[in-house]
């Protein structure tokens, strides 16, 4: 039940009741026409997919205030997160990122809803095939169709990431408790899950895989199922027992790396092999993979692209031997399967030097992607990677491209470069972000670099750029300034510690009264580099907080900041100390948000690592902080490695 003075849109498609609802302030950001547009759309394409026509008598999606997730899929009664209705002029990948999540709730009134898992091992059969069939019907019915490159950088990313990490599990998984149960709902379960589907149906086909579906919706339709259940419903189309392919892909951890070994005879190609490596006692999985042979000819570049199908260890590539020497080989052109890439040295050479010659943007981003892989994996420099984004970054015309890497390059700049460069990265990557908003044509693109170059900027004299950018002093033309952005340089100018920060916070107060200003001020004043100012916020937190969750987590965004790390050197040993306490207080969420917020992440060193590592060593329980303390230590492990590797 949703109850509250909303405001509510009405619309029908087919005769079905739709209706959209928000609190009466947001109603003019309620862009009804977009959103009931794709919804009717979802509805069409994933009936006839599934063989099975929209299961309920109305569809109502409500945007709720202070909500903890993007969305819920309460049946007919869709619950979202209201920073889904933009209060500023969006970018197109914000709103093909809400598209996204639309259709993804949309797809759970049939997984999930229709057919609901038997139990929390089969959370992927709700959170995979909602994730796959929303990117996939981003494609078919809305006209987001870069959708599969969004999912690269953004669903897989996150997958891969956590597939490194000691807590990685498998994506069908065992869950003895509801306790247990929202430790899974994580990037495996979401984007290595839907990763999995995508390679199967790379393998069977879409229409098999079509008919596997209808099968099993007509078969468990308003009752439960398992995995078993799935996988006889698409063998039975496919003629092939997936078991097997089940146990390899959807029953075994880890992340597999993918490479191509190739050699030379007197210049021309002898052979080429497509590699698999599982780390540590893991087996390989099977693999269908498009592999991409790039040839440099008349001065041109030319792509050919070769079917492989790979079970074991190797499987050779059908490319014709003594041809010429390839410049580029990658063995997952079109980002069929979920692997990382090893680049071959040619190829990685290739990279850091003509990545930008590339013309398809998806392979453009596979290959930024496999460049962060071997950051993180200390085979290629930090350092060098964010010259490469000064270099070739600043004039991709690639929306997502810019979103994508924007984000890894200011990860990079916060944790993976060695702690005496990072303040003048900051400045560096603000420079070529500068030079980005000139370069840029007018519109998202120039949104996505200054609001990366907001993330980052730390010096005095880069905030005093950012505010003529911001106030009009120096303005870009073609480029919008909205809210979002004059908040975050109102964050980091009372951070530095500057002197007319209350009176630049009082104006954007002014001019932005809302509940977002009054989560925004918040971070402002716990962002203030004074001893007075901290140990109010700390009290606070820890205390009766400050009346809702996201207004905690507002307070808590803005305490922690490298440039401070003096002043808040008392809180690291206290942080640690009050763990068990919060964890053994307060809800999942609150718990959470508390550590991740609160977390000295800006201190990539030892002696925050032994702290962490100390807590873990004497606690006993709840999973959950166990949890989050074993992956933020392999974490800042990496980090430091990662920042070593780019000293040498």
Known sequence: VVAGPYRHVASEHDGLPLGLYCRASLIDHLDAEELFAVTAGGIDFFAEFFGHPYPFTKYDQIFVPEFNWGGMEN????????????????????????????????????????????????????????????????????????????????????????DQLPTTHRVADEIPSTDETFLNFDGITYGKGASALKQLVAAVGEDVFRQGMQAYFARFAFGTATLSDFLTAVSEGSGTDLHAWSSAWLETPSLIT????????????????LVQ?????????????????????????????????????????????????????FPNHGDLTYAKILLDPVSLEFARH???????????????????????DQRFSSLEYLRMVEDKLVADPNLHIIKAVTGTATSAIAR????????????????????????????????????????????????????????????????????????????????????????????????DPSDRGRRAMLSVETAVPDAASKEQAWGRINGDGYGSLQLDRAAMAGFNWPGQAALLEPYVGRFFGSLETVFGTREHEAAKAYFTALFPHYRVDEAALAHA????????????????????????????????FAAR
């Open 613 to 644: 590592r100390s807590v873990l060593a004497t606690i006993d329980g709840p999973p959950q902080l166990v949890r989050l303390l074993i992956e933020v230590i392999d974490r800042q492990e990496r980090a430091l490695a990662s920042g070593e």
């Open 416 to 511: 993976y470069v060695p702690e005496s460069d990072r303040l003048a990265e900051t400045s560096r990557f603000f420079a070529a972000g500068r030079r980005a908003l000139d370069a840029a044509p007018a519109g998202d693109l120039r949104v996505l670099w200054l609001r990366a170059m907001l993330r980052v900027v730390e010096t005095p004299a880069d905030l005093a750029a950012a505010a003529g950018i911001i106030d009009g002093d120096d303005p870009v033309s073609g480029l919008s300034i909205d809210q979002d952005m004059r908040w975050a340089l109102a964050v980091r100018w009372s951070a530095a510690g500057l002197e007319d920060s209350p009176a630049r916070a009082a104006v954007e107060l002014e001019r």
């Open 75 to 162: 049946v007919g009664n869709v619950t979202y997160s209201d920073r889904y209705l933009f209060r500023d002029p969006p970018t197109e990948t914000q709103r093909m990122r809400r598209a996204e999540v639309f259709l993804h709730e949309l797809a759970h009134q049939w997984f999930g809803d229709l057919v609901t898992m038997e139990w929390w091992n089969d959370v992927w059969l709700n959170e995979s095939f909602a994730s796959y069939m929303a990117y996939l019907g981003l494609e078919r019915v809305t006209d987001f169709t870069a959708g599969w490159q969004d999912f690269q950088a953004d669903m897989k990313l996150w997958a891969m990431e956590e």
């Open 354 to 376: 003509r990545l930008d010659e590339i013309s398809d943007p998806l392979l453009r981003q596979q290959l930024w992607t496999a460049l962060w892989d071997m950051v993180r």
């Open 277 to 329: 490596e599982a780390p540590g006692e893991n087996r390989t999985r099977p693999h269908v993979v498009d592999v991409a042979v790039i040839l440099q000819e008349a001065g041109k570049l030319a792509l050919d692209s070769h079917r492989v199908e790979i079970i074991g260890d190797s499987e050779p590539i059908p490319v014709e031997e003594g041809g010429p020497a390839p410049v580029l080989v």
């Open 258 to 273: 993918l490479s191509v070994e190739w050699s030379l005879s007197d210049g021309a190609l002898r052979d080429m092999r």
